[in-house]
């Protein structure tokens, strides 16, 4: 069982810059062994692919985000990050974060365990 919680969302200007977290509680096997995804839904969307880390750190970007937003994880703290910079304002969306326990995947529907989510709004 994987319990996530995420945090750091907020308003922010264009521009500007926020990193959102999310901590991972794991039972039965070590949050190294997951491979985590970000996810984004705005108003009216689907839900979309935002970046993923696999358990060996390969790191892998949506189109909208590469060379803006940079994903990391911390194993000894069983944390995800999420880096946002150049904040535009179709970023504005939920944000979600997800665990699977095979390979990293893009696929949402590949996903076992989400977070709650956190609101990113942009201005302009």
């Known amino acids: 069982q994987v319990q996530l919680v995420e945090s750091g969302g907020g308003l922010v200007q264009a521009g500007g810059s926020l990193r959102l977290s999310c901590a991972c509680a794991?039972?039965?096997?070590?949050?190294?062994?997951?491979?985590m995804g970000w996810f984004r839904q705005a108003p009216g969307k689907e839900r979309e692919f935002v970046a993923g880390?696999?358990?060996?750190?390969?790191?892998y970007y949506g189109d909208s985000v590469k060379g803006r937003f940079t994903i990391s994880r911390d194993n000894a703290k069983n944390t995800v990050y999420l880096q946002m910079d150049s904040l535009k304002p179709e970023d504005t969306a939920v944000y979600y974060c997800?665990?699977?326990?095979?390979?990293?995947?893009?696929?949402?529907?590949?996903?076992?365990?989400w977070g709650q989510g956190t609101q990113v709004t942009v201005s302009s």
């Open positions: 794991a039972s039965g096997r070590p949050f190294s062994s997951y491979a």
């Open positions: 997800a665990a699977r326990g095979l390979s990293a995947s893009l696929r949402v529907t590949e996903y076992d365990y």
């Open positions: 880390i696999s358990q060996s750190g390969g790191r």
